[in-house]
């Protein structure tokens, strides 16, 4: 794959969105471009995570020459081959990957390299042993699994900082490799004694005094109170919440920092064009650590999508992939997702026939910028062998490799009306890092699952086919007029005042139940909920109630329920209207009010205190947009289907998806162009189980 843009590429790429860059690199000649052999690959890259240090070096061209067969037009390699690699101490061997990434050119695939460092090799890890990390019960890792290695580590970081120099002096201008992945799915955390001095630091750096930390984490209670540094330990089994917390950002700060050693390496290396990543996984909503923090130094964002049981859980996969979005308000990259099937899911289902394609394109809907599957082929021994590939151990392909064909040869088609367009959100949904974690720690009700509570207003808001950008809560949010925070339990006086200038510009806020309980040293609030906000507000949270069962409600939005979690709320000015009260329950909640709202400024702030029921929260959505003025620019649609939305200045691409098992009609709004149909006008659509239709409007 030689790219004709590739020398001028520099300068030009530099000036682009980062999720641009491949692109602007490559820019799309077409789908007949591709099929001629035209050696430029289509802007929206398939692929596969490729692992050629597996196979013997004969092997690799029959292998490319069928990702090439299957439209695929990138591989990740060099993930994982440390020991390949470096087989000794000092002595590096990358001819191999360089004859590697030359047979991909020929087949006109790009290449992301990733750095091996999830994985060090025995010899390192042997002579080097306060490499390895130690779990929380102080057991130090062993050889022989991957992750084993301390993220904390100098002496860890420097053998990295070696091998990314390696690597990229080798690769940095190599004008096949696209991009760089830092790692892989950054995981453990260490408690060993070295880790836990540098925490003691990190402390000192924040709080400057002891006394400081004593206020803030309120030591006075149980005597906790700290007289030297290093009495405080690793919170290995819980603690006080203000260290939990404070914790929890050493963490983040820390995978940060393990992350920036390389980063600084390939930029100094790698042409600037080459973007650097790194591949995010537990499944999109983990908290090990901050997902903004570790997303910021990068050019681009990149998650791993996994089904894992089970099918496509619709509407929770969609508003990861808005959440991925957010991590940098740019478009993404699917690094790896499954081709049918997983090896860790208690039960190891495959995707239907078809689910596998649905699932490429909700992701492309989303602002997926490119698709990879993991893996192209397992291993014949290790771990996973049971994992979904797309060709077997006999090296030929599997029944998936076809429907991935077919969703390699889509992307063709639809890269050149994709390009340049993104998923534009009409409406935000909030998180916090700082939320989540508070909430974790002391979940009070163990069944109140902040991802449900938050799909709880997502899907609504999606069934209005409105598109939802999942944002931080201390984001920009000028461009939105309606914004929702479910469980934003942490609100300190800066939070609060950037809300509350949102809302007095014109900005309409609902907070949704625990919010603003806690200031950002997780101690909890003097105004009691929602904090600083209270006043605002004009009300506040009375008392919280945990539940274990319904409790009814209803007032001018409609009647329902709520479950698991129901706050008591008190209306203290005049002008506040009480949109829900609670109906007879435990005698506290009688009659008072679940949800209220104000004018304020030239906005409204509202506090929804309950988890409601399905419908009722469908009301309370419906009540919000229409406040807020947002319209759908699609009308309605049958129940099983999903319309997503990506814009640019002219023009807008709708990704139509029919998850449901019956053939689905819908009529379009104006005549549209049928993408994956020689661009045929149409103005409705047929979508068959699994269906996926891809349109684009004349203009805007
Ligand atoms: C993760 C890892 C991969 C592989 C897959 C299997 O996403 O990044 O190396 O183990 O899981 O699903």
Same mark, same amino acid.
């Given at each position: ?7 001028a590429?520099l =300068? ?29 690959? #289509? ?75 999830d ?10 042993p ?8 102080g ?13 904390a580590?100098?002496?860890?970081? %420097?053998?990295?900082? *070696?091998?990314?120099? !390696? ?16 790692g ?23 709080y ?5 930390? $004593?206020?803030?984490?309120?030591? =006075? ?5 700290y007289?030297r ?41 790698a042409d ?27 050019d ?28 940098k ?5 699917v690094? +790896? ?7 860790w899911?208690?039960? $190891?289902?495959?995707?239907d ?33 049971y ?11 599997l029944? /998936?490799y076809?429907? &991935? ?13 994709? %390009?340049?367009?993104? #998923? ?13 974690? *508070? ?13 449900? &509570?938050?799909?709880g ?5 999606r ?15 000028? @461009? ?11 609100i300190? !006086?800066?939070?609060a005042?950037h ?8 900005g309409h806020? &609902? ?13 909890? $609030?003097?105004?009691?909920?929602p904090?600083p906000?209270?006043?605002p ?12 069962? =319904?409790?009814?409600?209803?007032g ?5 329920? *709520?479950s698991?979690?129901?706050? !008591? ?7 506040v ?11 506290w ?13 030239k906005?409204? /702030? ?8 399905p +419908?009722?929260?469908? %009301? ?13 620019e ?6 099983? &289907? ?6 640019? *200045? ?10 449901g ?8 709004? @104006? ?5 994956l ?23 805007r």
């Open positions: 794959m030689a790219c004709r843009l590739r020398s590429g =300068a030009l790429t530099l000036a682009l969105a980062p999720t641009l860059i491949v692109a602007a690199l490559c820019p799309a000649t077409g789908p007949a471009a591709a099929q001629s052999g035209n050696d430029a690959p #289509p802007s929206l890259p398939l692929g596969a995570a490729w692992y050629p240090e597996q196979w013997p070096e004969s092997r690799w061209d029959a292998d490319l020459q069928l990702m090439e067969d299957a439209h695929l037009h990138v591989v990740r390699v060099g993930e994982f081959a440390w020991s390949t690699i470096e087989p000794e101490e000092g002595h590096y061997d990358l001819d191999w990957l360089v004859r590697a990434v030359r047979l991909a050119e020929k087949h006109h695939i790009a290449v992301v390299i990733g750095t091996p460092t994985a060090p090799p025995a010899w390192l890890t042997a002579a080097h306060e490499t390895l990390h130690v779990d929380a019960e057991r130090p890792a062993e050889h022989g699994n991957r992750r084993q290695f301390n993220y580590s100098p002496e860890y970081r %420097k053998f990295c900082a *070696a091998i990314a120099e !390696q690597l990229a002096r080798h690769f940095g201008h190599d004008p096949d490799v696209i991009g760089w992945q830092i892989n799915e950054y995981t453990d955390e260490s408690f060993d004694p070295a880790t836990r001095r540098q925490f003691e630091e990190w402390l000192k750096r924040k400057g005094t002891l006394d400081a930390l $004593n206020r803030a984490w309120v030591t =006075a209670y149980w005597s906790q109170t007289d540094w290093e009495e405080i330990s690793l919170p290995a089994a819980g603690g006080n919440p203000g260290l939990l917390l404070d914790h929890r950002r050493f963490v983040s700060d820390t995978w940060r920092d393990f992350q920036q050693v390389q980063i600084d390496v390939i930029r100094k290396y600037p064009r080459q973007f650097i990543t790194t591949n995010i996984g537990g499944l999109g909503w983990s908290d090990n650590w901050d997902h903004y923090e570790i997303t910021k130094p990068l681009l964002a990149a998650w791993d999508d996994y089904v894992g049981e089970g099918h496509l859980n619709v509407a929770r996969n969609a508003a990861m992939h808005d959440f991925v979005r957010g991590w308000r740019e478009n993404f990259w690094m +790896e997702t499954q081709p049918g099937s997983v090896n899911a208690p039960v $190891n289902t495959t995707l026939a078809g689910e596998t394609r649905a699932m490429a394109w909700q992701a492309i809907g989303h602002g997926a910028e490119a698709v990879l599957y993991w893996q192209w082929r397992d291993a014949l021994n290790g771990q996973e062998q994992h979904g590939a797309l060709v077997g151990p006999d090296g030929a392909p029944p /998936i076809a429907e &991935v064909g077919r969703i390699g040869r889509e992307f063709e088609l639809a890269a050149p009306a994709l %390009k340049g367009t993104k #998923p534009v959100g009409q409406v935000a949904l909030l998180v916090s890092y700082d939320s989540r974690w *508070a909430i974790d720690f002391q979940p009070h009700n163990r069944n109140y699952d902040q991802l449900e &509570v938050l799909l207003t997502y899907r609504p808001l069934d209005e086919q409105l598109t939802v950008d999942i944002v931080s809560a201390d984001s920009s949010l000028d @461009s939105y007029k309606l914004v929702f925070a479910p469980s934003l339990n942490v300190s !006086q800066d939070l005042a809300l509350l200038g949102y809302v007095q510009a014109g806020l &609902v907070l949704g139940p625990r919010s603003g309980m806690k200031d950002e040293h997780n101690a909890l $609030n003097i105004q009691r909920q904090g906000l209270a006043a507000l004009g009300g506040r949270v009375e008392q919280y109630y945990a539940l274990d069962g =319904a409790v009814p409600v209803a001018t939005l409609g009647s329902g329920s *709520a698991l979690w129901a706050e !008591q709320l008190s209306a203290n000015a005049p002008d209207d009480v949109l829900l009260r609670y109906g007879k329950s435990n005698g909640l009688d009659h008072q009010p679940a949800m209220i709202t104000r004018r304020v400024g906005g409204s /702030i509202t506090y929804l205190g309950a988890v409601l029921d +419908e009722l929260m469908r %009301k309370v959505v419906a009540w919000a947009t229409d406040d807020a003025q947002l319209k759908a699609f009308p309605a649609v049958p129940a099983s &289907v999903e319309v997503c939305r990506r814009l640019d *200045a002219d023009h807008a691409v709708f990704v139509l998806l029919n998850h098992t019956a053939q689905a009609h819908v009529a379009l709004p @104006s005549t549209m162009s049928d993408v149909h020689d661009g045929r006008r149409v103005t409705s659509v047929d979508l068959e189980p699994q269906g996926v239709v891809v349109l684009t409007t004349d203009e």
